[in-house]
């Protein structure tokens, strides 16, 4: 009953958007705004009915109806309530429902705005929104439904939704759970983020359309979409760092991120889509680039629907791809639609799209970001090279053959490289205008503090020169950021006589737009000494010792107390250690490394104990442990220095990017509008 | 299939022959190699099953089975290029983290330097053009086209002035 209500809303909503896109380009044809209005009003329907739809699946996965074969594949009666909620997202048919869910929120949300000034971009918004929303819901309809059941037939048992002749519904008394690395916090919150980044990016691109396609070559649909895109470019963001966390918290491989190709499918729209940000921002200031911002735009959507085919398909074995089935050539099909469809329209405009503008200095702000924009591409390239070639090889040689983290790390670092230095002089850069010795006049100052990026690693014994080179320029550019702070600051205070602390919160109030963004370039500098310190320095040992043994690493070392194993009400089987972990002879700390056996799902998870502080992290991972336990157990530990830093700068990246998307006051819009 | 197993028998000659013939080989086998010594070599090798995960950090049996080929290689003596080679050739290319350099698999390292090398250049073409002096362009176009379409260029122009101001 349930699952008719929500497989009948699901249809439902595919039959509005069809309607809705059909009377959209109807009423767009034939100069109809009535029709117009209806195509906007069945847009704004789409969100409410998927809702039915969403709830009843949550209905089913709460009360354990496991005739429904998703309940069955993704939970199972010992789950607690919330998991059996995130299992929405846990499957194939659950997670494409849950996205289509998320974008039709989107749609819905477009319609609430204001069009009265922007009538002739509204049907194509509506169009190319609705033609992505109802090729997902085709996937859910017709090849990946959530809501089909298990049948008894005289021919055997079958899964199909509507009842097969002679048919009587079985039901399985439990199910086979939830994955267990999905039973995580972090994986409550990562995949909708994900998923939240991939659809907002949609947005933004039906605004290019539209704009494309109306002919309009100003920069009005920057303008409508420059909230969604950041919006899209923080939720891709926290994904992506949710991930990371995730990975490092229960994978348990001691890191955060592996290039495997799941990965590095959703950093692709991140590269992309940070390229297309940049792009904006010179559009905005000098009205340049309108083809590259198109271009980027365009490959931004298309990496969406990629990202989301290889998670889906089953083309790429990884942790990530949690099912396989046989939607991969409708994806290649929609994909490849898109991309030329778009490409027609942006061929079709790109005369008008050029600029009349020029490019002054080499050192402006504009060429230093077309720079660091083609640096962010080097890595897109070489990433979406890298996930494909195996594909390609076993195609071609019948050879399979493994891309793994060396490939994309000789290319990726040196171009974080280049990107830092690019970090330094950006802040300094002023837009059309920059020369060297106007930018060297800022720079001598911070120059020489940052040489202290190089004398204490230098006199701390360091030897590694990439890793000493990276410490000098992310005390560069942190200098130079702290200097421009303080030397705007200054001026501010000295112009208007005030204290310190108001004229940093002036300065800050008045030019909100660029100081967010320092601060997101201040956050990724501190990422990456995380990361430095990480790839360079990780260190690991392992060993198996017995209860009161040691083993010891860096300046650590570790003692195994005991070996706890018990069963929990959640039907998980938990070995867990304790283990005290000494410094000079004095105890402190105690972690708790341990290993989870999911009994419904039949699989383990390993959770390790971590003591994270700014300077390193020590990371024990129980391994392995003696049917008789004071024989001893078998513990990985990693020595992580300075990663904390990797987080510290995530979060306050995404600080910097809420700063950057929070709305504007009202009232800052109106004297403007006056004027 | 024959050549694989040629490459076998052939290393396994050489390890006996060696093993016969130096006697301090002998000496040097036997002692337990350590988890890192293990996992050294592990951290390098990826397993067809578990795909993407390397060796050295996958919880499967039949990874631990693989490490434990490791461990008994190098209590046998032999060094970390013949056991990766010996991994090579019973399960292929895709153990190493890396595709081997050689024919159709020098393509995945040579297109992402060839695109980087287009873009550069597109790039340095693109920086001589938008540097090239603005009047000299101006005038070319307005001399190639009718007034009609200068005026046209005109208007767009005022238009897009005018959608700039009343931006918000």
């Known amino acids: 009953m349930v699952a008719d209500i929500g497989f009948g809303s699901l249809m439902i909503t595919l039959i509005v958007s069809i309607y809705g896109l059909g009377a959209a380009y109807y009423g767009q044809q034939n100069r109809k705004e009535l029709w117009v209005l209806s195509a906007k009003r069945a847009m704004s329907l789409v969100f409410p009915l998927l809702t039915i739809s969403v709830g009843s699946l949550i209905y089913l996965l709460l009360t354990d109806h496991f005739e429904i074969v998703y309940v069955t594949e993704v939970s199972s009666r010992s789950m607690p309530d919330y998991l059996k909620i995130t299992a929405l997202w846990g499957g194939q048919a659950g997670s494409l429902l849950f996205w289509s869910w998320l974008l039709a929120a989107f749609t819905s949300a477009v319609t609430l705005r204001k069009w009265d000034r922007d009538q002739d971009f509204l049907p194509w918004v509506i169009i190319v929104s609705l033609a992505t929303l109802i090729f997902f819901l085709i996937l859910n309809v017709f090849f990946e439904n959530p809501f089909i059941q298990y049948w008894q037939t005289p021919e055997g048992i079958i899964t199909a939704f509507s009842t097969p002749p002679g048919g009587v519904t079985i039901f399985p008394r439990d199910g086979g759970g939830l994955n267990p690395l999905l039973r995580h916090p972090g994986m409550i919150i990562h995949p909708p983020m994900q998923y939240l980044g991939f659809v907002a990016f949609i947005i933004p691109f039906s605004y290019a359309m539209a704009s494309l396609i109306t002919g309009r070559s100003d920069d009005r649909w920057i303008q409508l979409s420059r909230r969604w895109t950041l919006w899209a470019w923080l939720f891709l963001s926290l994904g992506l760092v949710l991930g990371a966390r995730w990975a490092y918290d229960v994978l348990g491989w001691g890191g955060y991120w592996a290039w495997d190709p799941v990965e590095i499918s959703a950093l692709m729209p991140w590269l992309s889509g940070t390229a297309f940000l940049h792009s904006v921002l010179i559009q905005e200031k000098r009205g340049m680039f309108k083809q590259l911002t198109m271009v980027l735009i365009i490959l931004t959507y298309n990496l969406v629907i990629f990202g989301t085919f290889l998670t889906r398909s089953g083309l790429l074995s990884s942790v990530h791809a949690f099912s396989k089935s046989a939607i991969g050539p409708i994806f290649l099909a929609f994909i490849s639609l898109t991309l030329i469809i778009s490409l027609v329209l942006l061929t079709r405009r790109w005369e008008r799209l050029k600029s009349r503008e020029v490019l002054t200095s080499f050192f402006s702000k504009e060429a230093l970001i077309i720079i660091s924009i083609v640096l962010l591409l080097g890595i897109l390239v070489t990433s979406f090279w890298g996930v494909l070639f195996p594909k390609i090889s076993e195609m071609v040689t019948g050879q399979k053959v493994t891309v793994g983290p060396p490939f994309y790390e000789r290319v990726a670092a040196p171009i974080f490289g280049g990107m830092l230095l690019i970090m330094i002089i950006c802040p300094l850069a002023v837009w059309s205008y920059a020369s060297f010795k106007h930018l060297g006049k800022l720079l001598w100052k911070p120059f020489i503090v940052s040489m202290i990026g190089i004398a204490l690693p230098l006199y701390g014994g360091l030897t590694h020169w990439a890793a000493v080179v990276a410490f000098w320029l992310i005390s560069f550019v942190l200098a130079v950021n702290v200097f421009e702070f303080f030397r705007r600051t200054k001026i501010r205070r000295k112009n208007q006589n005030d204290s310190w602390g108001s004229s940093l919160l002036y300065i800050l109030k008045k030019n909100r737009r660029a100081y967010s963004a320092m601060i997101i370039h201040v956050a990724v500098v501190l990422m990456a000494l995380g990361i430095v310190g990480i790839e360079f320095f990780q260190t690991e040992t392992q060993g198996t010792i017995p209860e009161g043994g040691e083993l010891s690493l860096a300046s650590y070392t570790m003692v195994f107390e005991k070996l706890d194993i018990f069963d929990t009400d959640d039907a998980r089987n938990v070995a867990r250690a304790t283990v005290s972990v000494e410094k000079d002879g004095q105890i402190i700390d105690v972690l708790y490394p341990r290993r989870d056996f999911f009994y419904d799902s039949n699989q383990p998870m390993t959770i390790p104990g971590v003591r994270s502080t700014l300077v390193d992290d020590f990371y024990v991972i129980l391994i392995d442990w003696k049917t008789i336990s004071a024989e001893g157990a078998t513990f990985k530990v990693y020595h992580n220095p300075l990663v904390k830093w990797l987080w510290i700068g995530a979060w306050i990246f995404i600080f910097g990017v809420v700063a950057a998307t929070w709305p504007d006051k009202k009232t800052k819009l109106v004297p403007v509008r006056a004027k | ?168």
């Open chain 2, 1 to 168: 299939m024959t050549n694989r197993l040629r490459r076998i028998l052939q290393l396994l000659t050489v390890t006996l022959l060696l093993s016969a013939i130096i006697p301090g080989y002998a000496m040097a086998q036997g002692s337990e190699p350590t988890d890192d010594e293990v996992n050294a070599i592990a951290k390098q090798l990826y397993c067809p099953v578990c795909e993407n995960i390397s060796l050295d950090a996958c919880g499967t049996a039949a990874c631990e089975q693989w490490r434990n080929i490791i461990r008994e290689k190098l209590k046998e003596g032999w060094t970390e290029d013949e056991i990766k080679t010996y991994f090579v050739d019973q399960y292929g290319d895709r153990v190493m983290a890396e595709p081997p350099r050689r024919g159709f698999n020098w393509l995945v390292y040579i297109v992402p330097l060839l695109v980087f090398i287009i873009g550069i250049i597109l790039l340095y073409r693109a920086f001589q053009i938008w540097r090239s002096p603005e009047p000299e362009i101006i005038s070319k176009k307005n001399s190639k086209k009718s007034a009609d379409k200068s005026t046209d260029e005109y208007i767009n122009r005022v238009e897009e002035e005018l959608r700039k101001r009343s931006k918000g």
